[in-house]
């Protein structure tokens, strides 16, 4: 059976903005349904998220977990529950700093601030998700993480998780090509190397430098189509890349979803 570790800020019904959250609850839905798959997401615990509504329970062995982050202990808690009418199993990560206050806009305020440490928080979960996968004991054949919120995560597998996840396939899948502009403070506060002498660094290029398989999601407008074919930075880091070019979107008819999902389902139990 293959172990699938799935990294979202978004998963509906907890939390939608983008096309990140229907992706990610249907094509969990669809990889637990095959039983060759042990598929686990997991997603901040914003503070909106009901523990009634959606039925979240405590997990004993994932309670008051101590994370080192830029130098300082981090407390977190891992709550349990399942996507509605689903038998896949979702960790919700409880942080009082980072997620507690987050509203429903996720990455903003109520006013439409962007919250200034998007990139600090989420960098912090992936760390904090990669972090617990030893009190779960559990170490999967692949990892998953979506575009900017969750890109450093194969740069925190090959330098602070390798003992353990040295064979785990690292699968990026980008449903949107903006925002991956990373102040290196973040790099630091991680105690990871820095590609660059860059203040800021090109988060999409080192994520694809990373991963083992990449998924482009191409919508209706061709953006993402666009930048991949006229980026020369881009098409130079793919040259010798594993990767998939994918026209999706959520208006698309279910069973034209249902068929990239079983597409990239098959790239990835290869």
Same mark, same amino acid.
């Given at each position: 059976?293959?172990?699938?570790?799935?990294?979202?800020s978004?998963?509906?019904?907890?939390s939608?903005i983008?096309?990140?959250?229907?992706f990610s609850?249907?094509?969990s839905?669809?990889a637990?349904n095959?039983?060759k798959?042990?598929i686990r997401?997991?997603n901040?615990?914003?503070g909106?998220?009901?523990d009634?509504?959606?039925?979240l329970r405590?997990?004993?062995?994932?309670k008051d977990?101590l994370?080192?982050?830029?130098?300082?202990d981090h407390?977190i808690?891992?709550?349990?529950g399942?996507i509605?009418n689903?038998k896949?199993?979702v960790y919700?990560m409880q942080?009082?700093?980072y997620f507690?206050?987050v509203?429903?806009?996720?990455? =903003?305020s109520?006013?439409?601030?962007i919250y200034k440490n *998007?990139n600090e928080?989420?960098? &912090? %979960?992936?760390?904090?998700a990669? !972090?617990t996968l030893g009190k779960?004991f559990?170490?999967?054949?692949s990892?998953?993480?979506n575009?900017?919120h969750?890109?450093?995560t194969p740069a925190l597998?090959?330098q602070?998780f390798s003992?353990?996840?040295?064979?785990?396939?690292?699968?990026?899948i980008?449903h949107?090509?903006?925002?991956y502009?990373?102040d290196?403070?973040i790099?630091?506060?991680?105690?990871?190397?820095?590609s660059s002498?860059? =203040?800021?660094q090109?988060q999409l290029?080192?994520?694809? *430098?990373?991963?083992?398989l990449? &998924? %482009?999601l191409?919508?209706?407008? !061709?953006?993402?189509s666009?930048f991949v074919?006229?980026?020369?930075e881009i098409?130079?880091?793919?040259?010798?890349k594993?990767?998939k070019l994918?026209?999706?979107?959520t208006?698309?008819?279910?069973?034209d979803?249902?068929?990239?999902y079983?597409?990239?389902?098959?790239?990835i139990?290869?």
């Open positions: 059976m293959s172990k699938i570790y799935y990294l979202s978004e998963i509906d019904p907890f939608k983008t096309s990140i959250a229907t609850k249907e094509f839905f669809i637990n095959e039983k798959n042990d997401l997991i901040p615990k914003y909106y998220i009901s009634r509504r959606f039925i405590e997990v004993i062995r994932l977990l994370i080192k982050f830029d130098g300082v407390r808690n891992l709550k349990s399942f509605p689903t896949v199993q919700f942080h009082e700093k507690d206050n509203t429903e806009l996720i990455y =903003k109520k006013n439409g601030r *998007n928080k989420f960098s &912090f %979960f992936s760390y904090a990669l !972090d779960l559990w170490i999967p054949d990892i998953i993480y575009d900017w969750t890109s450093i597998i090959d602070k003992k353990y996840l040295s064979n785990t396939k690292k699968v990026f980008i949107d090509v903006d925002n502009n990373l290196c403070s790099y630091k506060k991680l105690d990871l190397e820095i002498k860059e =203040k800021k090109s290029i080192n994520t694809i *430098n990373r991963s083992d990449i &998924f %482009f191409n919508d209706e407008n !061709d953006k993402v666009n074919n006229t980026n020369k098409k130079k880091s793919l040259k010798n594993n990767y994918i026209n999706y979107n208006s698309m008819m279910q069973t979803r249902l068929e990239v079983n597409q990239i389902l098959l790239e139990n290869k």
